[in-house]
């Protein structure tokens, strides 16, 4: 479980986030939800040792993320960016290998060609280069990075925004076979509506830094906490009735 407790986080002047509390539960899909500069990417970069806070705690598995534990924290991590973040001189496979080099335990870690199965990575593309690939099959091979050491928690910071509609989808049911299957815990950012409702049993809305309500769908379509969480789902077509 991830537990964030009255989190202060500023750049100089700027509060970026205003003492953000949630949880994310272990083995679920929470679902970070809200427009451009709310805060969404910033609570991955604390997560992953990238930055740090100025007050409140980041608990982890019931310890306090310090930076003391935060390489162990690390190993038990999977991390997909927007764009991938693939190395263009490396293949499809040496690229996924990255993860596991140059120390990591052979024990629990996935097989290729079982990744390839779990996220619709055809097996001849694997000595492909990155610019022969289209965006869904580099965001694949980002995918497939990140699970190959079979990590505890799964990180994902608008991994389909730059994707086409028809392969956005494709992904999305991908990723929902992958949390229902490896019960990863997983915190997904987005600010799409439709996205965060099809892959998330909890949403976090945020705004300016803030958390403006959290639980199902159904709680912040049914029950909206205010004006703003009202004026954002009707904003998004099919949320309007």
């Known amino acids: ?18 003492k953000i509390s949630f949880t994310a539960r272990a083995g679920e899909s929470t679902v970070l939800l809200g427009e451009s500069g709310c ?3 910033t ?16 608990m982890v ?8 534990i935060v390489a162990d924290f690390r190993a038990k991590l ?5 764009d991938g973040g693939l190395f263009p001189h490396l293949t499809a ?3 996924i ?3 596991i080099k140059p120390a990591v335990s052979q024990n629990n870690i996935f097989k290729i060609e079982y990744l390839c199965e779990l996220t619709n990575f055809a097996e001849n593309l694997l000595p492909k280069y990155p610019a022969e690939l289209s965006g869904g099959q580099k965001q694949r091979v980002a995918l497939m990075r990140a699970l190959i050491k079979n990590p505890d928690y799964l990180l994902l910071d608008e991994p389909l925004g730059a994707l086409d509609p028809i392969i956005r989808y494709d992904l999305q049911q991908d990723l929902k076979n992958i949390f229902t299957n490896l019960k990863k815990t997983v915190i997904f950012v987005t600010h799409d509506l439709t996205e965060a409702k099809y892959l998330g049993d909890k949403i976090i809305l945020m705004k300016e830094g803030r958390v403006i309500q959290s639980g199902t769908f159904e709680d912040l379509f049914h029950n909206p906490a ?6 954002f789902i009707s904003a998004q077509r099919g949320f309007d009735d």
């Open 39 to 41: 805060g969404k990417s």
């Open 78 to 82: 999977g991390y997909v960016i927007q």
């Open 1 to 18: 479980m991830i537990e964030f407790n009255e989190v202060i986080k500023k750049y100089e002047s700027i509060t970026v986030l205003d």
């Open 226 to 231: 205010d004006a703003f969480v009202k004026k």
């Open 93 to 95: 496979k040496e690229n």
């Open 43 to 58: 609570i991955l970069k604390i997560l992953t040792g990238l930055t740090g806070y100025e007050s409140g705690a980041v």
């Open 61 to 68: 598995e019931d310890k306090k993320l310090s930076p003391e």
């Open 97 to 99: 290998l990255l993860a």
